[in-house]
């Protein structure tokens, strides 16, 4: 009997102590790899296994310029990574309130003063699972720390309109979780930080962990790292900013911290007694909420739900202020992890640089790693079938559902666009070839990834990968549509000015006119280079002094055009004049759709 006790501790270390020292050398030579390849400065990372954090160290720099090493108690921004432990506090201090997932959340929003108020029920459900219907309006939620706004102010002035029906789609927005965050705010007489510090912090023994932007303990600002962006061989550091959506994404944390997290998200799910407080709402958090289509992944109250190897993989994102993070969770098998780093990942011009592939890279090779034999979601066997529409109702270009649309944001939303079209008996997305499989069920074969279509009057009006949504854009807002009357207008300006170097055009134009044409040529080659030579986080701060000031440009033009016509009237020669007014009011109707006359800037 004892050699069995003996057998069976020695099997216990075997499989603690040096399967956990393996994958640490692993996870540090890997680390050291990517970080190298990528130029990333440094992070932490943080592993939990059977139960407790089995690895937690940081790895490069928390800050260059002073050479501090990254540890495991450096304290980084982990962006919306703030969502699922927000998610925790609201729904604790929802049950302490008496407030129901499913309650109307209109009567604990009586007192506060949204420029465009929910119009409808909205419920904690649909906001934690992001159905609440909100666009997005990523650009000036953050700030220099001098000019740093609290939560409600910023949120009742700047809360989007809903676009889409509470509960029809999800749609994944920043505002679902700072509106959630701000009514539990509101119903306990509390600010968020300290809720979230006394529900969460506290009985997870996070010390290092806040949602306050400013007043930071010294303890947290002696460790918070910095962030960078790299260009041409070299590093820039950015400054310390604030987030007005705090709940969303202004978390401070480390890896250290992150690690209790998972330890008590691990442990909820493990828990065979009745639950409660805490530990009941962690354990909801890990079961799926929403979905868009019962064939697809879907979210739970603050994570996104994947696949790998027949396991659920829940996991969560997180990009804020050149901070870089991910939190994965996977409670069948015990195990999780948290990663971040400090390189911005955005590139000018849109799109993310080649540090964006550390983070899921190192996703899927811990996946392999640990998943090695297959989970109980066993992958679907999809048999061809014939589409429930012809192969042309599905066709057209879509685009993410959290486009924004009521303020410029709505042009950098036009490239995340995915276009449909017919190939015989097939469809075709890119490159990748769909083929039917069920009622508006389409399989991707490169992927093995489903893709599924809403209808509507005979037509698809979304199409849905996963939990993520993509609505049919309207057809003066299509690419082609957009980039054929770019260029018209951009021949028509171009022949008005060119026109204007000949004395008798320039007479039949007007001296006014051409100006106008001139602005708006000004206007198209400023904005764009502006665009494409900006840092994007420069962005989330708010929207840059010189680009606002180009336009300006449209409205100039058009008042030059329109007094070129009046002095054409007057003198009794309107010849040509009309023509750059014609061309710029176009323009300006045009720019208009696109947020870009400078009334929808927020």
């Known amino acids: 009997m004892l050699l069995k006790k003996l057998a069976i501790f020695a099997a216990a270390l075997c499989f603690g102590s040096p399967c956990i020292a393996q994958d640490s050398d692993w996870i540090q030579q890997y680390i050291a790899n990517q970080s190298s390849k990528f130029h990333v400065p440094g992070g932490a990372v943080a592993v939990v296994m059977d139960g407790q954090i089995a690895y937690a160290e940081g790895f490069g720099f928390a800050d260059l310029e002073n050479q501090i090493p990254a540890t495991a108690s450096t304290v980084f921004r982990v962006g919306s990574n703030s969502k699922p432990v927000s998610a ?114 506290e009985p997870l023994s996070m010390t290092s962990s806040t949602f306050e932007q400013v007043n930071l303990p010294s303890s947290i600002l002696e460790r918070r790292a910095r962030s960078y962006r790299h260009h041409n061989g070299q590093f820039y550091p950015y400054s310390f900013d604030a987030i007005a959506t705090a709940p969303a994404a202004g978390l401070y944390s480390t890896s250290e911290d992150m690690g209790r997290y998972l330890e008590a998200l691990l442990a909820s799910w493990r828990a065979e007694f009745l639950q409660q407080g805490l530990n009941a709402v962690m354990r909801m958090q890990l079961q799926i909420q929403a979905r868009n289509h019962p064939s697809l992944t879907g979210r739970t109250y603050g994570f996104v739900e994947r696949i790998h190897n027949g396991w659920k993989v829940l996991q969560k994102d997180g990009q804020a202020s050149g901070f870089n993070a991910r939190l994965v969770v996977v409670p069948e098998a015990n195990i999780g992890f948290f990663v971040v780093h400090n390189r911005n990942i955005l590139k000018p011009g849109g799109g993310f640089n080649q540090s964006k592939s550390l983070i899921p890279d190192f996703t899927d090779e811990f996946l392999q790693r640990n998943l090695t034999s297959p989970g109980r979601y066993t992958e679907t066997r999809y048999e061809r079938t014939e589409p429930r529409f012809s192969l042309d109702a599905y066709t057209g270009e879509f685009r993410t559902a959290i486009a924004a649309r009521h303020t410029w944001e709505k042009l950098v939303a036009s490239f995340d666009t995915a276009v449909v079209t017919a190939n015989g008996d097939t469809l075709l997305q890119g490159s990748n070839t769909l083929t039917p499989v069920g009622n508006n069920l389409f399989v991707d074969h490169s992927t093995g990834a489903i893709r599924a279509f809403r209808f509507d009057e005979g037509k698809a009006t979304h199409m849905f990968i996963g939990a993520s949504t993509y609505e049919r854009v309207p057809r003066l807002e299509t690419t082609r549509i957009t980039i054929g009357l770019l260029a018209g207008f951009i021949i028509g300006f171009a022949v008005v000015v060119l026109a204007g170097c000949f004395h008798r055009m320039r007479r039949s134009f007007g001296i006014a006119g051409i100006a106008g044409a001139a602005c708006c040529l000004t206007f198209l080659t400023s904005f764009g280079w502006i665009l494409i030579g900006t840092d994007p986080q420069t962005f989330f701060i708010g929207m840059p002094l010189l680009l606002a000031l180009s336009l300006a440009l449209p409205i100039m033009a058009f008042a030059l055009a329109f007094a070129g016509v009046i002095a054409a009237v007057r003198n009794r020669a309107m010849r040509l004049s009309l023509l750059p007014l014609l061309l710029v009011s176009l323009f300006c109707l045009w720019l208009t759709q696109w947020n870009l006359l400078g009334w929808h800037i927020i």
């Open 88 to 201: 925790s506090a609201i729904l604790i201090l929802a049950a302490e309130l008496g407030i129901g997932l499913h309650d109307d959340l209109r009567p604990h929003m009586v007192g506060l003063g949204f420029k465009t108020p929910p119009q409808g029920p909205l419920t904690l459900h649909q906001l934690l699972t992001h159905t609440g219907g909100f666009n997005e309006a990523l650009f000036g939620q953050h700030s220099a720390l001098e000019n740093a706004q609290e939560l409600r102010p910023w949120l009742e002035k700047h809360l989007p309109p809903q676009f889409i029906k509470p509960g029809a789609v999800i749609a994944y927005s920043d505002f679902n979780t700072a509106l959630a965050g701000l009514i539990i705010e509101h119903a306990s007489g509390q600010k968020f930080e300290q809720l979230a510090k006394t529900r969460v912090f």
